[in-house]
Nanobody
Framework: QVQLVESGGGLVQAGGSLRLSCAVS????????MGWFRQAPGKEREFVAR????????YYADSVKGRFNISRDNAKNMVYLQMNSLKPADTAVYYC???????????????????WGQGTQVTVSS
């Protein structure tokens, strides 16, 4: 079993920055690719970013490319999402997820991930 706990959400003005963190415990962290998803009220959960097990391959949704950066520290069992130039459209609950699939492909569907955190709220005011 793998446990994921997100932190770092909050209220920020448009144009500001936030850094989300996800602490992972349980099985070997480096055995999982990690992803960030988000879900706004009344909308489906959507892919934000993914990072491979080694951290060498990353993918981003077009809506965040150039503004967000996903990274991981396998020594600390942590994954991060640095969010810059935030927009009101980025307002959502952000979820961290772990995927045990051995691949460097872009897996961007929620059903492809095995474990989820409880989410952290990000609100961007205009």
């Amino acid at each position: 079993q793998v446990q994921l706990v997100e932190s770092g959400g909050g209220l920020v003005q448009a144009g500001g920055s936030l850094r989300l963190s996800c602490a992972v415990s349980g099985r070997t962290f480096s055995g999982y690719a990690m992803g960030w998803f988000r879900q706004a009220p009344g909308k489906e959960r959507e892919f934000v970013a993914r990072i491979s097990r080694s951290g060498g391959v990353t993918y981003y949704a077009d809506s965040v490319k150039g503004r967000f950066n996903i990274s991981r520290d396998n020594a600390k069992n942590m994954v991060y999402l640095q969010m810059n130039s935030l927009k009101p459209a980025d307002t959502a609950v952000y979820y961290c997820a772990a995927d045990s699939t051995i691949t460097t492909l872009k897996l961007d569907l929620p059903r492809e991930y095995d474990y989820w955190g409880q989410g952290t709220q990000v609100t961007v005011s205009s």
